[in-house]
């Protein structure tokens, strides 16, 4: 039997927040002793619980090989905790922020900060990341942290980012570490303020995209994985940012992966504006994309992003609501039928 691959988007929430819960498997899908399953982020414990019901049912398995969390956020963690409760798992990759406190103690005001008082109030703060190593530690599953350069498998899945040292810089500015000395993000993270939706026109020679997005600390501590299968690779980056993503070109251009002619893109952070610009995606571009986004989620995924990755030939889809799958050397899945990627807009948001 001819080997394949099915990547599978579930739908994440219905209101303003979107969150990822992604799952793929690849091998002799006919034998689910001969496949290989892998969870990217949970979402929300809801879709955790669909996530499991998916790997039952449509893979045929109790069994995940590698289950991912790319960085600390509920909206990929919590539904983690499901799967690792429920089903058999071989390999957890999650970062542990509190087992670098002493890489970053001496950045903190307050003098009676110690290592130790540091790290367990990095691990009180980020409960749900802490919770999936505790699991994960009580059921014997195997844990190692995604820097780039970690490999699974026979190499076929790679980690491209962050560095261990980008990780250490970000974390005394993530959200729910102790007020630091100085805080890179803190005039422009804490910064945005809402305001009303401006509508531009956009067209095919226009760039609207620019180079100045932020985005969270958590946010670009994101794992960003690299699936080569049958010749293609997929790009999985979380909710990677702009300068996160010019470091992962960077490790890619230095390790001769060629990052311009990916088939499979997961558009970061939902589609958000702020996390990719023309430079990123003038270097990672790939001929399909897919964005995890709410169903009711008013900034995602972007038009000006769906627009600028519609310009450089990709085509793109986002769940919003439905479930998506993406196969190779596989029929369509019954109950899925195929759906029409998004149109070209005339007007976007500013």
């Not at 689910?32 to 996530?51: C, F």
């Not at 049912?57 to 409760?85: K, M, Q």
């Amino acid at each position: 039997m001819e080997n394949g691959l099915e990547v599978d988007f579930l739908a994440v929430n219905s209101g303003e927040k979107s969150g990822d819960a992604i799952a793929f498997r690849y091998g002799n899908l006919e034998d689910p002793a001969k496949q290989m399953v892998i969870v990217i982020d949970g979402g929300t414990l809801e879709s955790g619980k669909n996530l499991v019901k998916l790997i039952k049912e449509a893979y045929n398995t109790n069994y995940v090989d590698l289950v991912i969390c790319t960085h600390p956020d509920a909206d990929h963690a919590s539904g983690l905790r499901e799967v690792l409760n429920v089903l058999s798992v071989g390999e957890l990759w999650i970062h542990k922020p509190w087992e670098h406190s002493e890489h970053i103690s001496h950045l903190f005001h307050d003098g009676r900060i110690t290592d130790n008082s540091l790290s367990q109030r990095i691990r009180d703060e980020y409960n749900f990341a802490h919770e999936l190593v505790e699991i994960a530690e009580s059921n014997k599953v195997n844990i190692r942290e995604p820097f780039a350069g970690l490999k699974f498998g026979n190499g076929e899945v790679e980690v491209l980012g962050p560095s261990v040292d980008y990780y250490r810089e970000l974390l005394p500015n993530f959200a729910r570490t102790p007020e630091t000395k100085e805080s890179i993000f803190e005039n422009t993270i804490r910064g945005f303020a809402t305001k009303a939706v401006q509508w531009v026109e956009d067209a095919l020679h226009i760039e609207l995209l620019d180079e100045f997005g932020v985005t969270s600390a958590e946010n670009s501590s994101s794992a960003v994985c690299l699936l080569h299968f049958d010749g293609n690779k997929y790009l999985f980056t979380g909710d990677s940012g702009v300068e996160s993503l010019k470091k992962v070109i960077e490790y890619a251009n230095n390790n001769g992966i060629d990052l311009t002619n990916l088939y499979f893109l997961q558009v970061p952070h939902h589609g958000s504006k702020r996390n990719v610009s023309p430079i990123i995606l003038n270097a990672i571009k790939g001929e399909v994309a897919y964005v995890s986004a709410s169903k009711d989620a008013p900034k995602h995924p972007s038009k000006k992003v769906l627009n600028a990755l519609k310009k450089r030939g990709t085509r793109v889809y986002s769940t919003e609501g439905t479930n998506l799958i993406s196969v190779h050397n596989r029929p369509m899945r019954p109950g899925y039928s195929t759906i029409n990627p998004h149109v070209f807009y005339d007007k976007v948001e500013e």
